[in-house]
């Protein structure tokens, strides 16, 4: 065993039929460090940890934990001995109080101690210095504060190893930094922390040393100083990565007509989702972004524009003709495309094949009575994951079933399929892997460059700055500012959003 | 890599086949009919040394015509209900993700208006102005029938309460109205034409509900085909939010598909008080629903919406009647009969589960990927 490690996994082999997940994958997490298991969706981070927490069966390898061979069989198991794993996903009760959730299952005997069980928690709480009361109602507290309980529970369970999936992707930008510090705390106190995340800045922010996964097999464990940004990303994806500066927006203002009437423009538009009233407008061949941190009314601007959610005032003009959208079919047929913020919740239809979530929009748009023909589908459903390079068993796999990166460009077929005028996309990229974000925005310019409007929305400010000619910054509801050419930069847009209106 | 994919994929072509067999949703209620049919048959050449379970004759019926009779024309008859209320289930299942529970009490209502119409009018008047009041009865019934299913269905789709709860007030209430509506009379039509719709009509050897339910399901056939019911209350059904980004109203389709099992159930009542020409208002079609949402479930559709098989659906029907006919012959008194199917049923379900079915399939992808790492294994040595 290597010296201080905590966790040894060798050899680790998991087959499914026709695919080999994980072949022959070594990891080590040592005493009182952060290990970031980087990998493209596909590269059997997931699997990886599935299998160390006992929800696959392994079919090769070993795993050893403070010296001792385990056989981990369920995740009960896992937690038995001290495996503690907290998911992108609350999966705590929201309906139950803080304190209650911290202590759900473990209380020994019928009777419960609800004061020593409150005042426990209270302490752990205060110890771990998360601001919440242990009498509050879970779902009442913000993601960041349910997602640190879940860690104090696991934390409070003695856990020798602690595996965080993607806690952040719904966190904001203060948010992160309280689970950073509650990680950094953990660590000193000699938990080793695997963190799973997409987010390259915050690997080198927070670990210590970096695993990288491709194609299921180990492609290398290196310390965090001695592997650079750029050459991460060219480990994770097995070439020479094609640098993000290919993408660039020059000579996009040029192209934009401002003397012709704009696509999309709204007036005063007022939703019923804490918004202020807004005015905006789009062009031809434009791309633009709205911005803001969590929670800044701009995924609710862009839910306002398509009529996701109720809009009770305002007009709006689509290539200078007055209609009205009130509804998401008003939107699609007048040419707008939405995906949403939430893939899970709003974007996909889980059990439909592939196909039918591809034609769902334009099929709904076609008309109740006028279904496609199968042929039809199955020629629009191959076109589309010929032309995104969607990874998929077959047009009729259930998209649940792919990873997150490719439901999310099953997504993006359907609204492309629609044939839209104006396309907004709220963070297409969240959660996927750095290749199939490249691929995006790529996309997104594209787009633009055939003359469609495109709406892009991301929380990572460069990838907003790679795509959009023109942002919008929004705070507390409001529309703040507008940046565009040379003030599209990290530091001005950090300090519009910040309030420095100069 | 490329001879180890080879094997693998070889091993995975041969027991694909079984394996895709099995999963298939129409093999639970197929392989139920094939068990009832090898038992009846066994029954049959041990009880009796005989096949004359499935003998079907063609003999006088009480009323002089020449008709075609034996069990399996009994199943195939009286499961008619069955299957109707198994195609509109199967809808408001896919959509609401729940089931309607008041089918029956429903009936009773659907079945009393048609009497309420048809009372009025003596036996003597012409085939022609008979078959008028029978329409006009039936349509009468179709609309009140579907505005109680409009009812079901607006508590569910904009009062967003539980299909089982919001059903349950028609289900405490539907044979109270269904007795208002005929003064709580005990009416019988003496018109014998009356029961041609749940009996024979003369020249005709099959019984006339077998008729009906095959026009209603290819009517339901067709439109699945040609409408996107199916694409919408699946969609509805397993995402009701993304649904309505993409411009489909979940309310209007959990609406409709209450109203369509309304329809449905307009046809049973027509059926029902047809049989015997008369109604019990409190027992007409009694417990009829349980046995709806057991034909859907032994379909193998999962019971919290979305996608959905409506031949299985339509099979479980009749597997469930089938199961019903071979208890009486098996002379289990009919007080009794209840529990036997239950065990029966139990049984089936389970098999039907998610839970067993995930079990065959990871047995399968196990045994797959031991295969597959041996493979690797000996590749590598």
Redesign the interface.
């Known amino acids: 065993m290597i010296e201080g490690a905590v966790l040894e996994m060798r050899g680790i ?1 998991k ?4 695919v ?1 997940a994980l072949e022959k994958v070594d990891f080590t997490l040592r005493e009182g460090e952060i290990h970031a298991l980087m990998g493209e969706n596909g590269a059997g981070k997931s699997t990886l940890i599935k299998v160390l927490t006992g929800v696959y ?1 392994m ?2 390898g070993e795993v050893m934990l403070s010296d001792h061979f385990v056989h981990i069989r369920s995740p009960q198991d896992a937690q038995n001995v001290g495996i503690a794993t907290v998911y992108q996903e609350i999966t705590l009760c929201p309906n139950l109080t803080v304190a209650e959730n911290m202590y759900i299952g473990r209380t020994k005997g019928v009777l419960t101690d609800w004061r020593m069980m409150n005042s426990s928690a209270g302490r752990l709480l205060e110890e771990l210095g998360i601001p919440v009361s242990p009498k509050e109602q879970l779902g009442n507290c913000s993601i960041a504060v349910q997602q640190m309980v879940a860690i104090a529970r696991a934390v409070d369970m003695d856990c020798k190893v602690l595996i965080l999936d993607e806690p952040t992707s719904s966190l904001d930008e203060q948010e992160v930094q309280k689970l950073f510090n509650l990680m950094r705390d953990l660590k000193k106190k000699g938990v080793g922390i695997i963190f799973v995340t997409h987010f390259l800045e915050q690997v080198y922010e927070v670990c210590d040393r970096i695993t990288v996964l491709r194609d299921g097999k180990l492609v290398g464990e290196y310390v965090i100083e001695d592997l650079p940004r750029v050459q991460l990303v060219s480990k994770m994806l097995g070439k020479d990565f094609d640098d993000m500066a290919d993408i660039k927006t020059e000579g996009d203002a040029d192209r934009i007509d401002l003397s012709e009437l704009p696509v999309y423009q709204a007036n005063n538009l007022t939703g019923t989702t804490g918004i202020k009233p807004f005015d905006f407008e789009i062009h031809a061949g434009e791309v633009n972004g709205f911005t803001g941190l969590l929670g800044s009314g701009r995924s609710e601007s862009v839910r306002a524009i ?1 009529g ?1 959610d109720r809009v009770v005032g305002g007009t709006v003009k689509m290539h200078g003709k007055t209609v009205k959208i009130r ?3 008003d939107a ?1 047929k007048h040419g707008i495309s ?1 995906l ?1 913020e939430d893939r899970k ?8 094949s592939v196909r ?1 979530n591809i034609i ?2 334009l ?3 076609k ?5 496609f023909s199968r042929a039809q589908a199955e020629r629009f459903a191959d076109y589309y994951i010929k032309l995104l390079n969607i990874k998929t068993a077959s047009q009729d796999t259930p998209i649940k079933s792919l990873s997150g990166g490719n439901q999310q460009k099953v997504i993006l077929a ?1 609204w492309l399929l629609a044939d839209p005028v104006y396309l907004i996309l709220d963070e297409p990229t969240r959660g996927i892997d750095v290749g199939t974000k490249v691929e995006i925005q790529k996309l997104v310019l594209k787009l633009a460059a055939e003359g469609k409007s495109v709406t892009f929305i991301s929380s990572e400010i460069d990838e907003m700055i790679r795509t959009c000619s023109r942002l919008i910054v929004m705070r507390d509801g409001k529309v703040v500012g507008e940046l565009k050419g040379d003030d599209l930069n990290q530091n001005k847009i950090m300090a519009t959003i910040a309030g420095g209106e100069s | 890599m490329s001879t180890n ?1 080879k094997a ?2 070889s091993s ?1 072509s041969v027991k694909s086949f079984f394996a895709k067999i099995v999963r298939n949703q129409l093999f639970i209620p197929i392989a139920a009919l094939l068990l009832l049919i090898i038992f009846n048959f066994a029954a049959d050449i041990i009880l009796h040394a005989d096949t004359s379970f499935f003998k079907i004759v063609l003999e006088p019926s009480s009323t002089g015509n020449m008709v075609l009779s034996g069990n399996l024309i009994t199943i195939i008859d009286n499961a008619s209900e069955l299957a109707l209320l198994a195609i509109g289930m199967t809808l408001v299942t896919s959509a609401s993700g729940g089931q309607d529970i008041s089918v029956g009490a429903t009936i009773a209502i659907a079945g009393s208006t048609i009497l309420r119409i048809v009372k009025g009018y003596s036996p003597d008047i012409s085939g022609a102005k008979f078959a008028a009041v029978i329409i006009g009865a039936f349509l009468l019934s179709v609309i009140v029938s579907a505005l109680f299913g409009a009812f079901n269905g607006a508590l569910v789709a904009y009062f967003k309460i539980q299909p089982m709860v919001a059903t349950l007030i028609l289900f405490t209430a539907g044979r109270s109205i269904a007795a208002w509506i005929n003064n709580n009379d005990n009416i019988s039509i003496n018109d014998t034409r009356f029961g041609y719709f749940g009996n024979f009509i003369p020249g005709i050897p099959v019984p006339t509900p077998v008729f009906i339910t095959i026009i209603c399901i290819i009517v339901i056939a067709l439109v699945l ?5 199916r ?2 209350s ?2 509805v059904g ?2 009701a ?9 979940p309310k209007t389709i959990k609406l409709l598909s209450f109203i369509i099992l309304g329809i449905c159930v307009a046809v049973c009542g027509l059926i029902k008080v047809s049989r015997t020409s008369s109604i019990t208002y409190a027992v007409i079609a009694n417990n009829i629903e349980m046995d709806a949402i057991l034909a859907v479930a032994l379909g193998g559709n999962n019971l919290g919406g ?2 959905f098989n409506m031949t299985a659906s339509v099979l479980g029907a009749y597997v469930i009647q089938f199961l019903t006919t071979t208890l009486f012959r098996m002379k289990v008194s009919s007080s009794a009969i209840s529990a036997y199917k239950a065990i029966v049923v139990i049984l089936l379900i389970i098999m039907s589960s998610p839970f067993i079915r995930k079990w065959l399939a990871d047995r399968k ?2 045994r ?3 295969k ?2 041996s493979n ?2 000996k590749e590598v040595a």
Request: glycine letters at 12%; one cysteine or more.
């Open positions: 082999c087959y499914f039929p026709g080999r069966p079919d090769g398509f996701a509804k998401p079919l699609m939405y949403p919740l709003d974007g996909i239809v889980g059990d439909l039918d769902l929009a099929q709904v748009m008309g109740f009575f006028r279904p359907r | 994919e693998i994929s995975n085909k040609f409408t996107n019911l694409l919408y699946q969609a397993i995402n939010s993304s649904s309505r980004l993409n411009g489909i109203n979305g996608k992808n196990r797959l990927a031991a597959a790492g690797v294994r």
